[in-house]
């Protein structure tokens, strides 16, 4: 069975501070799918990225980058120079391939809350 | 541009009354999904349609059906209400015909039974 990790529950950093979110996960799939989705205090879930499990290329979008390491079967999300805009929960999520095709929905970790402090 | 949109946003029942929530997205996906969120547990699979006229369990289904309408509509129902299943409800979507396509989610419904 498919299993996503995020062992923090909570980090608070202050303004202009690095942090990293992790993400663990377990699949018996070679074939795999993980995302990041982060949930601000108005609710809506918002989608940042997707990562397929035959791609361990890291990605940047502006201060965010993610590393992902097969090895480890963790999915890590950096904030660089955080801002108080930040401050939402962050959730990592595991997707399985359906044999023949189709989607058969996410598996979510618990979240991290993220607090930005001025 | 709508997206995924759900109704109502908040509702309060008693123990025991039935309910349907709505979810429609106007993105043409084949897929739809429900999900619940409770603190601290994160989000987890209700129900889902992986294409129209397909219904499938997920983690948690106990209490509820679900009705995929057509393509576009996807609503879930609880029959009998009960305190367990005060939480936030989300509907998303996906395109494509395959798990790795990102879902994309309505603002939720927050319900409860008291």
């Known amino acids: 069975a498919q299993k996503v990790t995020q062992a923090q529950t909570e980090i608070s950093v202050v303004e202009k501070e690095d942090v990293t979110l992790d993400c663990v996960y377990e699949t018996r799939d070679t074939t795999y799918y993980l995302f990041w989705y982060k949930q601000p205090p108005s609710g809506e879930l918002v989608f940042l990225i997707r990562?397929?499990?035959?791609?361990?290329q890291n990605e940047i979008s502006g201060r965010y980058s993610w590393n992902f390491q097969k090895s480890t079967s963790s999915f890590n999300f950096t904030i660089t120079a955080s801002q108080v805009v930040d401050s939402a929960v962050y959730f990592c999520?595991?997707?399985?391939?359906?044999?023949?095709?189709?989607?058969?929905?996410?598996?979510f970790g618990k979240g991290t809350h993220l607090i930005i402090q001025p | 541009n709508a997206g995924v949109t759900q109704t109502p946003k908040f509702q309060v029942l008693k123990t025991g009354q039935s309910m349907t929530l709505q979810c429609a997205q106007d993105?043409?996906?084949?897929?739809m999904y429900w999900y619940r969120q409770d603190p601290g547990m994160g989000l987890r699979l209700i129900y889902y349609s992986a294409s129209e006229g397909t219904t499938d369990k997920g983690e948690v289904p106990n209490g509820y059906n679900v009705s995929r309408l057509n393509k576009r509509e996807f609503s879930l129902r609880l029959e009998s209400a009960a305190p367990s299943q005060t939480s936030v409800y989300f509907c998303?979507?996906?395109?494509?015909?395959?798990?790795?396509?990102?879902?994309?989610f309505g603002d939720g419904t927050r319900l409860s039974i008291l």
């Open positions: 990562r397929n499990s035959f791609d361990e």
């Open positions: 998303a979507s996906s395109g494509g015909q395959y798990s790795n396509q990102p879902q994309h």
């Open positions: 999520a595991l997707s399985e391939e359906v044999l023949g095709g189709g989607a058969d929905g996410l598996t």
């Open positions: 993105m043409n996906h084949n897929s």
